[in-house]
């Protein structure tokens, strides 16, 4: 049963014919695990936290450095040398005393991921780098678990919602990881600070379709935002029979870690 | 001849040995060596991309790897 005080914060969702007061209760009973406490997943902790989602996972083992302030919104430069996990926890639970925040300082691996988000009802990829993003693919379609997936870089940036086993998953589209240092990171060729803000907005909207069980996922197809021509496109994926982990014949049957996609700088950050 | 590429009508010259992957080369798409590529709705495998011609009226998407998240 919502509150008084809940049914006051949450009014302009409970008025919504697609939320309601049931709504919001499925709001609160879900969790929602974010792997990566920076550019993505700063906006999508800010908003799923504003939404009352109930439980929001954290995962991250980076600290709050100068150089994020610019796109990490959810961190302060009162927070750099703080671990961002807690500087995000702290956040949210300002803004939102609803909400448990559950903390992994730790990064992803082959090793740790199952365990991490078999508690959660869906997942949101706000990593920066191609090991962590094909791992969580993998974690998540063994698992069974929906998640979103985002990916920026400079000016424009991409998403796409995976319900494994019914849609495309990553792999489907990109079979294999491309070698390392094949394709620049966001250290490395930039990105304008408002485009994970944009994407990751996209990310937590997916989130809460999700546990209301309202609306079109973006699944099935793949959004694609140019800043630069302020363009916003889908194009629509079909599973790929082929796929090495949701195809008719999978050769990945269990999680590793993919070490030849991590960069120089990955692995310095690790 | 017309051809769709990323949601765009593109005039390219008529040529009846053009393949996916010399497609790519010809228009200098970036990523070429990592793209993935959709034609008429269906993503190609890369063994595929030297082997399938490219036709008039043909819909081809590039899906790029994009890894930032940070």
Known sequence: MLTESQIERYSRHIILKEVGGKGQQKLLDGKVLIIGAGGLGAPVALYLAAAGVGTIGLADADDVDLSNLQRQVIHFTADIGKPKVESARDKIEAINPDVTVITYKEWVTAANIAGIIADYDFVIDGTDNFAAKFLINDACVLAGKPYSHGGILQFVGQTITILPGQSPCYRCLFPQPPPKDAIPTCSQAGVIGVLPGVIGSIQATEAIKFLLGKGKLLAGRILMYDALDMKFRDVEIKRNANCPICGEHPTITELKDELDALTVCDLKES | ?70
């Open chain 2, 1 to 70: 001849m017309n051809i769709s590429i990323n949601g765009k009508e593109t005039i390219i010259s008529e040529n009846s040995d053009r393949t996916v992957d010399s497609l790519l080369e010809e228009l200098d798409v970036s990523q070429r060596l990592y793209v993935t590529v959709e034609l008429n709705g269906e993503i190609l495998e890369r063994p595929a991309y030297e082997t399938t011609p490219v036709k008039e009226g043909d819909v081809i998407e590039f899906l790029y790897f994009m890894g930032g998240g940070r």
